[in-house]
């Protein structure tokens, strides 16, 4: 590994001793979204033409967070889930590249060059989308990255940007459909429902005291929150899905000092201790906003209806999906 191309690998068998074929895909792919899923799936085709293994190569941190630090974007999944993601969908390494200043200022053919001579894999291929720039100021772009592996004897492949409704399929775009509320664009995007995973810290102890419905409070380290309400939606856990209900905002009728923004969730149909475990959940449906009631009593009788509505919507959805089977 040389000093500015520093990296990690996640996967099993990779033994840098014999130094594999790897086709490349590489991309920031925040959010492993239905775009960047094409893109490993055109990595996976390349890696099998070229008796090569099909490896993704990230990025972290978020590139826009080294080189622009107030703009920096807020991840829609952790890098440990982003890694997951992209296993899943083909890459059987995912190289997890340190960005530093020092990397960015790195000229494209040098970035390349570096990529060709790593000793610990050999460069049998180069997967990206079609728009991805990189190298100094983002002057490389796919162009002269086709010359480069055309010169070179590498495989190459640049997938044209997906579409959905008109729309360019991206990351910044999910970003801001789920900030705005658009929760079905978003998951139509990602080819799935947003999720927020975090693990449940301790909150006020008044869910159940005061409300009779506890709500699992979580504590998050990347993901975009949907705006502040009340939702319907799917906790997850150890694999496992359980119908909910969200309340995402600052729980203005408790009035509590120093309130902060708060994702809390109540599990239908579940007892049992959650605290410090590990919680996804999945924002399916926007019930209403999130107000202030004159005291615990009318936000309980609130919630009340909230969850029969929230009964509902699932009955409905699984009316719907035994009409589809
Ligand atoms: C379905 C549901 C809807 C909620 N709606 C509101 C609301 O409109 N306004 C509000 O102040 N709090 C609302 N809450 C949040 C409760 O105020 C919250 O559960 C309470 O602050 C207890 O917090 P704790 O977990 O720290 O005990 C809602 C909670 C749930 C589960
Ligand atoms: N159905 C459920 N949904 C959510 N949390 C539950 C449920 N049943 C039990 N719990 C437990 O109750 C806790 C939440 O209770 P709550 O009174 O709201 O306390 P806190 O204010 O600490 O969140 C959860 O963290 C979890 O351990």
Known sequence: MNDILKFSIAGNGFDTACAPRLALGIGVFDGVHLGHRRIISELVRQAKRNGAVPAAMTFDPHPRAVLHPTEAPTLLVPLSERIRLLREAGAELVLVVRFTAEFARLEPEEFLRRLLECPEFRLAGICVGERWRFGRGGCGDSALLREYARSRGLDFTACPELEIGGETVSSSVIRRAIAAGRLDTAA????RPYRLTGVVEYGYGAATSRLSCPTANLDFKAGVLPPDGVYAGCAVRD???????????????????????????????????????????????????????????????????????????????????????
């Open 188 to 191: 139509e995007m990602l080819g």
């Open 239 to 325: 694999g496992r899905l359980y119908p909910a209900a969200i309340n995402v905002g600052l729980c203005p009728t408790f009035g509590w000092e120093q309130a902060r923004r708060r994702v809390e969730i109540h599990l239908l149909d579940y007892t049992g201790n959650l605290y410090g475990s590990e919680l996804g959940v999945e924002f399916l449906h926007h019930l209403r906003e999130e107000r202030t009631f004159t005291g615990p009593e009318e936000l309980k009788l609130q919630i009340d209806r909230d969850l029969v509505r929230i009964r509902e919507f699932f009955a409905q959805r699984q009316a719907q999906e035994g009409k589809q089977a």
